[in-house]
């Protein structure tokens, strides 16, 4: 997954690589509540009542055995998929503190703390992760996206690049190194990285987004407003355009660049 997450302007989709803000903390898990919230939720479409009522079991499975490494890993992702990602880390933490060798929870943890906004504690888990057995692509990515947050942009790239050792042609992970070299002003290998990253049919948005960011940064803005349209609304494509162009007008617009953040990937 990409792990670019600082949004700009109105829309949601132009991220950062080294955005992933996290807001560390993890709201304790409350009893019951998912199985009430199931009950009373009569609303919901049939999928979310599923959902619904296969986190609610879940938890009380976790409730019962949160050193169950499958069990923590399967409600993390069901919380996830309610919109709790707070809890998710809770659950993980939790976990974590159950099973302090296991890569998949290390991992696991590592990557929805970057996610959270919390690189310091990210970092430290997906390095335990490598160090428990973990060296997959994803595991590497993640601490690229956690040492570019933490302004370690040259260390970053050699994550990045460690990972596509391991998954060439990776869409997702070549747009964050492609966005960690714009963070070092290295202009032309970001532009480079990123259109081979957008040049994938199976590329996200955001991928080909941030290939617009880069290109309207240097100037190059008819290309970039035509990247932009492949995702956004008009409206959305004019405002961020007019932005990127106010931006250009500023003493250091690389520097700002650093500075966007807002929401997550």
Do not use: H
Request: charged fraction near 25%; glycine fraction near 8%; proline fraction near 5%.
């Amino acid at each position: 997954m990409p792990i670019s997450v600082s949004a700009y302007l109105k829309s949601p989709v132009i991220l950062l690589a080294a955005g992933l803000a996290l807001g560390g903390c993890q709201k304790t898990l409350t009893t019951g509540s998912i199985s009430k919230e199931a009950a009373t939720q009569t609303a919901q479409a049939p999928g979310s009542q599923e959902q619904l009522k296969q986190a609610a079991k879940l938890q009380d499975k976790f409730k019962r055995d949160p050193g169950n490494a499958d069990v923590a890993l399967a409600f993390a992702d069901a919380l996830d998929s309610l919109g709790r990602p707070d809890q998710a880390v809770g659950a993980l933490k939790m976990a974590k503190d159950q099973n302090p060798g296991d890569p998949r929870i290390l991992s696991a943890y590592g990557r929805r703390a970057l996610r959270a906004g919390n690189p310091n504690e990210a970092l430290a888990a997906l390095e335990q992760a490598s160090s428990a057995g973990d060296r997959s692509a994803a595991t590497l990515s993640a601490q690229g996206a956690a040492l570019d947050q933490l302004g370690r942009n040259g260390e970053a790239r050699e994550r990045y690049k460690q990972a596509l050792a391991l998954d060439p042609n990776n869409s997702s992970i070549l747009a964050n190194l492609g966005l960690s070299y714009a963070l070092s002003n290295k202009i032309a290998d970001a532009e480079m990285t990123l259109r081979k990253a957008a040049s994938d049919p199976a590329a996200a948005a955001k991928v080909r987004q941030n290939l617009a960011l880069v290109l309207a940064m240097q100037g190059k803005f008819a290309e970039a407003e035509d990247y932009a349209a492949r995702d956004l609304s008009p409206e959305d494509v004019k405002v961020n355009m007019a932005y990127l162009k106010q931006m250009m007008k500023t003493p250091d617009p690389w520097q700002k660049l650093k500075n966007i953040d807002g929401a997550t990937g």
